[in-house]
């Protein structure tokens, strides 16, 4: 069965740091596309970050300069390091898989969220 | 980027009743195009890629059409458990977008 766990979030006060890892099963890695979507309560979902089979990176443009997104293939685990982390920032991150190794930017499966809030 | 606008952004409707979801982007994306749906505390199911492909073991209820900038999702008998929030996404240009989100009640 292929799955995604995320893993990492928590409560982190404006300007912190924090890591999520997504721990995938049930297929190769190294030969998807991994995305990183977030959800802010109640609102609507946004992408994040991408990261190629071949390493290569896309951030969204709130995001770029603070967050690395991050792979190893050999531990089955993708990453995304949140650096300076703003209230703007709380939302449930889903990691989600290109769909297929020919269509990579439509997002299945995902994984099941974990909630990162920045407040004081 | 690519602006993706739904509309309505709710929708009531009956139990069998004809629900259809439109979604129209700022600029072309030719067939690159997907449909999800998310239930409350849930992560989004992925329902249609290339704007008309049905998922395997989506229900035949649903079906995507359209090309370029209009794009429609319509659910031809609306069941009970329909009742969610459905997303379009565009796969046309980075950044990947959404548009933001129609939910669809049950009356």
């Known amino acids: 069965e292929v799955q995604l766990v995320e893993s990492g979030g928590g409560l982190v006060q404006p300007g912190g740091s924090l890591r999520l890892s997504c721990e995938a099963s049930?297929?190769?890695?190294?030969?998807?596309?991994m995305h990183w979507v977030r959800q802010a309560p109640g609102k609507g979902l946004v992408w994040v970050s991408r990261?190629?089979?071949?390493?290569?990176?896309w951030y969204a443009d709130s995001v770029k300069g603070r967050f690395t997104i991050s792979r190893d293939n050999a531990k089955n685990t993708v990453y995304l390091q949140m650096n300076s982390l703003e209230a703007e920032d709380t939302a449930v991150y889903f990691c989600a898989r290109g769909h297929s190794t020919s269509s990579q930017n439509w997002f299945d499966p995902w994984g099941q969220g974990t909630l990162v809030t920045v407040s004081s | 980027d690519i602006q993706m606008t739904q509309s309505p952004s709710s929708v009531s409707a009956s139990v069998g009743d004809r629900v259809t979801i439109t979604c129209r982007a700022s600029q072309g994306v030719s067939t690159w195009l997907a449909w999800y749906q998310q239930k409350p505390g849930k992560a989004p199911k992925f329902l249609i890629q290339?704007?008309?492909g049905l998922q395997s073991g989506v229900p035949s209820r649903f079906s995507g059409s359209g090309s370029g900038t209009d794009f429609t999702l319509t659910i031809s008998s609306l069941h009970p458990e329909d009742s969610a929030t459905y997303y379009c996404q565009q796969a046309n240009s980075l950044p990947l977008t959404f548009g933001g989100g129609t939910k669809v009640d049950i009356k």
């Open positions: 290339g704007a008309s």
């Open positions: 049930g297929f190769t890695l190294s030969s998807y596309w």
């Open positions: 990261i190629n089979h071949d390493g290569s990176t």
